[in-house]
């Protein structure tokens, strides 16, 4: 049986069993191949994209409540606006994305360690 047969055959499975899905190293390797690790990658980003779109709809809630006494134009010496592009534009859906894989990491190593100590 390929490494490809055998994925399917875990998944569908676990998918059947409602159950974990075990994968070993060979597994691992073949998803991270180029053809379906893109497709991973898509969904991905995909759903990053729609967390930011969720963002994006909050502040604008949040400006629709902003009381309207207060008034949003620039005030004092010195003020400049805020950048539209460059390094931080997009920083919080790139902290998000880096929180999401920290926690993965963390949880694999404690699995990797209540392995080891069973």
């Given at each position: 049986?390929?490494?490809?047969?055998?994925?399917?055959?875990?998944?569908?499975?676990?998918?059947?069993?409602?159950t974990?899905?075990?994968?070993?190293?060979?597994?691992?390797?073949?998803?991270?191949?180029?053809?379906?690790?893109?497709?991973?990658?898509?969904?991905?980003?995909?759903?990053?994209?729609?967390?930011?779109?969720?963002?994006?709809?909050?502040?604008?809630?949040?400006?629709?409540?902003?009381?309207?006494?207060?008034?949003?134009?620039?005030?004092?010496?010195?003020?400049?606006?805020?950048?539209?592009?460059?390094?931080?534009?997009?920083?919080?859906?790139?902290?998000?994305?880096?929180?999401?894989?920290?926690?993965?990491?963390a949880?694999?190593?404690?699995?990797?360690k209540?392995?080891?100590?069973?």
């Open positions: 049986m390929t490494i490809h047969a055998d994925l399917a055959e875990r998944l569908r499975k676990a998918a059947r069993n409602g974990r899905l075990h994968l070993e190293p060979a597994h691992v390797k073949a998803l991270l191949s180029p053809g379906i690790y893109g497709v991973i990658s898509t969904l991905e980003a995909e759903e990053l994209n729609a967390l930011c779109d969720q963002d994006n709809q909050l502040d604008e809630t949040s400006k629709l409540r902003a009381r309207p006494d207060i008034s949003s134009g620039r005030t004092g010496s010195g003020i400049v606006p805020t950048a539209t592009t460059g390094r931080s534009v997009g920083s919080m859906v790139e902290q998000r994305a880096a929180e999401a894989l920290a926690s993965e990491e949880l694999r190593i404690c699995r990797r209540k392995r080891s100590t069973n």
